[in-house]
């Protein structure tokens, strides 16, 4: 009976050894899934970082219509590169946007003003006006040429020793002509490299030349297309002559300006959109600005006006300058 106690006792101890050692083991054993599982949740943390893009964004709000100071923008890393963005912020200071962005919003090509309008410098305005083939010297002017623009305006259909043709304006920049324009200039080389002939990008006639002119010469423009004919002369651009002004007297403007107040200081001759803003009259334009040679001309209208009888009773005289719009002309009387 004794022994049989001693045989039992052994087997537990024997038994109990036995579970201490699969505990053991099993102690040694790999961590368990979960700490796996984060850890592969690790990995795709780390790839989502790694795709980020190098963006401009700004930093402070940004009004339409005013240029975008240097310190207004940075560069950021987002997960987004969203089309036409901006990796650097150089090329964007003094740009202009054309819609209000707020702080923050990444800055897009889309959003910026672009265009003819970035093509004309301080001061100068996009004027376009009437063109055709003999007007565009056979349709051979391009877009970045400089050309002279000269008038013919009759004075009378009857009366072609009074008609005048002078230089209107001189070296004058070609933004446009017809449907190409100094923006987006048609490629001269086929897809295989090989020239194309000059005549494929117009193959139809242009209508419309788009000059950069100076602000307070676009009333002279405006009322030389409406009172005669236009015609561009094609100039070299390395030439740099033009007319000296100081050898012809000013035209006076259609509005004068405001007498300086007791112990003011006389105001500067009108320049610039000052200028612009007085304006000109047509029978000044044509004149020169003397009264003389207004005088002359209308007393040299009235016996034409007489022996046609388009005058009111046929005794009332007038400047008579004839306009002409494409292929049809007009009498106007001043």
Known sequence: MINLTKIIAAVLVLLALALGGYAWVLSRKAPPPPPAVA????????????????????????????????????????????TGAFKETAPLAGRVPVIDLGEGSPLLEGQLVSGLALRIAEGERAVAVKADEVMGVGNKVQPGDFVDVFLMLKFDGKDIDRSQARLLLSRKRVLAFGSASIDGLPSKTDKNGNPQAQQQPRAEAARTAVLAVPVDDVNRLTLAENSGRLLLALRNPTDMSEPDPKLFAELPTALQPASPKRGEAPRAPLEGLDRAQAGLTAADFVTGGNPNALRALTAAARPTAAATGTSSGGNRGGLQVEVIRGDRSETVRY
């Open 39 to 82: 850890s592969a949740g690790v990995a795709p943390a780390k790839a989502s970082q790694a795709q980020t893009f190098p963006v401009v964004v700004a930093t402070k709000p940004l009004p339409a219509g005013q240029a975008i100071p240097a310190d207004a923008l940075r560069v950021e890393q987002l997960t987004i590169n969203p």
